[in-house]
């Protein structure tokens, strides 16, 4: 039998929410459907897609419920893949994180992230691996609101080229030899050229 992973792009449903900072994790997943000819199709709670990557069954997912909660849908697709937590990546955006940074993680706290808390009150654990990735910090005091949901400005549409697939790399690398491994190539690597002067 096949080993069967889910992958999580966490993020906000519609155009008024697309190309915004909070939504990098549907980002990341879009290009791996991209990379691996894999359609969205509308299902319960989430857009769902699927792939084969060297003998192994890739589920991902973009819930529709909102990134506050999207722990109902990841719930109800782990329930319905059967997937295990180990075998679960969601992936997230986190403003403690330079840009140009990614950071994996097997477990952990939300750090203040509502998407990935309302995940790990659903799923009753915080014993999943996540992808954090890096979109900088750069509001001022009491706006990070308006930062998260704010578009990315040109210089940083640019590297979001390298971001991107990079992100989609760790990724696939999880699936292919684990968390660890993934921990070890990507969470000291500068994945793009962060000076943005």
């Known amino acids: 039998m096949p080993r069967k992973y889910l992958i999580v792009g966490l993020g906000n449903v519609g155009l008024d929410y697309a ?9 990341v997943v879009d ?14 709670y989430a857009f769902t897609t699927s792939f084969r990557l060297k003998g192994r069954i890739v589920h991902m997912i973009k819930p ?17 893949h059967r997937v295990e937590p180990e075998q679960l990546l969601v992936i997230l955006d986190d403003v403690s994180i330079p840009l140009c940074r990614i950071r994996l993680r097997p477990k952990g706290g939300s750090a203040g992230h509502n998407g990935l808390q309302d995940v790990i009150d659903h799923l009753g654990t915080d014993r999943f691996p996540r992808l954090r990735i890096g979109i900088g910090n750069d509001y001022p005091r009491g706006r990070q609101v308006d930062y998260v949901l704010g578009r990315w400005t040109p210089e940083e549409q640019q590297k979001l080229k390298e971001i ?27 994945v793009c050229d962060d000076d943005l002067s």
């Open 64 to 80: 529709t419920t909102f990134m506050n909660r999207s722990g109902q849908a990841v719930r109800y697709w782990m329930q319905q």
């Open 19 to 27: 190309g915004t900072r909070h939504n990098i994790g549907f980002d």
């Open 164 to 190: 991107l697939p990079a992100s989609a790399d760790a990724a696939e690398t999880f699936v292919l030899a684990g968390i660890q491994t993934a921990m070890n190539r990507y969470n000291a690597k500068v």
């Open 31 to 44: 290009v791996l459907a991209t990379r691996h000819a894999a359609d969205w199709v509308p299902a319960r």
